[in-house]
């Protein structure tokens, strides 16, 4: 496989391309459960969503105890485990996924016990190598993470990714930030995914002291589930992170209308 460019330049120039396009300039992420309603139901979402243009993808590989998740994503988590999946298969149907879909920037998403259960350097090793190009690890704190961190520095193309909550101090906000790359996810509210976010003036003050911060992109989750939604983060955000509202309508109206949704979520 040649080398996976780094994945704040990959955002860059594809923010650049919808601009030139005349399109509105915000890229789209969102998040799926491996095994979870199947593999099989997976690669059928991932294609309808690479089909509707969705730039990013993050894949959960699941965890007993998904501490950031809510009630629709933390069940996804536990059906998949009861259905007997490993993280072995999760890593190799990233991979193959990967291949499939080299115009799509793939995201592991997943709990720190699940990488010191794999081994640290192993795990990550393994992510450079498919083509994974950033990690979501939400319980492990930067303070403590200094060596997850150095080992995905040490590996072109894999990036640690930060992540920016309301209730953290300015100060707290810019030590995150300084080490930050390829991207900052900022998230919108207190508590899990899942519940409704409201876009108002104070998640103005949040992303504006989030910009303050760093100077990579910034990718906002956590209740993002309307076309309004996207369009009141345009401009104010690089990249909207949708999870829950796709993975209900899957489940409700199968993988073809999950394309469907992305391809109506972005304004032209």
């Not at 969503?49 to 105890?65: D, K, Y």
């Not at 069940?75 to 999946?85: E, H, I, M, P």
């Not at 890593?91 to 990967?98: P, Q, Y």
């Not at 489940?251 to 394309?259: K, M």
């Given at each position: 496989?040649?080398?996976?460019?780094?994945?704040?330049?990959?955002?860059?120039?594809?923010?650049?391309?919808?601009?030139?396009?005349?399109?509105?300039?915000?890229?789209?992420?969102?998040?799926?459960?491996?095994?979870?309603?199947?593999?099989?139901?997976?690669?059928?979402?991932?294609?309808?969503?690479?089909?509707?243009?969705?730039?990013?993808?993050?894949?959960?590989?699941?965890?007993?105890?998904?501490?950031?998740?809510?009630?629709?994503?933390?069940?996804?988590?536990?059906?998949?485990?009861?259905?007997?999946?490993?993280?072995?298969?999760?890593?190799?149907?990233?991979?193959?996924?990967?291949?499939?879909?080299?115009?799509?920037?793939?995201?592991?998403?997943?709990?720190?016990?699940?990488?010191?259960?794999?081994?640290?350097?192993?795990?990550?090793?393994?992510?450079?190598?498919?083509?994974?190009?950033g990690l979501i690890v939400p319980d492990w704190p930067p303070q403590e993470a200094q060596v997850p961190m150095a080992a995905c520095r040490a590996r072109q193309g894999l990036d640690w990714i930060q992540l920016f909550t309301p209730t953290s101090t300015d100060e707290r906000l810019g030590f995150i930030g300084q080490q930050a790359r390829g991207f900052c996810y900022c998230v919108a509210r207190k508590g899990v995914t899942g519940t409704r976010t409201d876009f108002n003036a104070a998640l103005d003050g949040f992303l504006a002291r989030c910009r303050q911060a760093t100077s990579t992109p910034l990718a906002v989750g956590f209740g993002v589930r309307t076309p309004e939604d996207v369009q009141s983060l345009t401009h104010r955000a690089e990249i909207a992170v949708v999870g829950t509202a796709a993975l209900e309508i899957?489940?409700?109206?199968?993988?073809?209308?999950?394309?469907a949704f992305f391809t109506g979520l972005r304004p032209t």
């Open positions: 496989m040649s080398p996976i460019p780094p994945l704040e330049p990959f955002i860059r120039q594809r923010l650049a391309q919808r601009v030139a396009a005349g399109q509105s300039p915000i890229l789209l992420m969102s998040h799926l459960v491996l095994g979870y309603p199947s593999l099989e139901e997976n690669r059928r979402a991932i294609d309808a969503m690479a089909a509707a243009g969705v730039e990013l993808m993050e894949l959960q590989i699941p965890f007993s105890e998904p501490i950031a998740d809510g009630p629709v994503i933390a069940q996804a988590n536990q059906s998949a485990l009861d259905r007997g999946f490993r993280v072995a298969q999760g890593l190799a149907f990233a991979e193959e996924t990967i291949r499939r879909h080299p115009e799509v920037a793939f995201l592991l998403m997943t709990y720190s016990n699940i990488l010191v259960a794999h081994g640290v350097e192993r795990f990550i090793e393994r992510a450079a190598a498919m083509g994974v190009r899957h489940l409700r109206d199968g993988a073809e209308a999950v394309g």
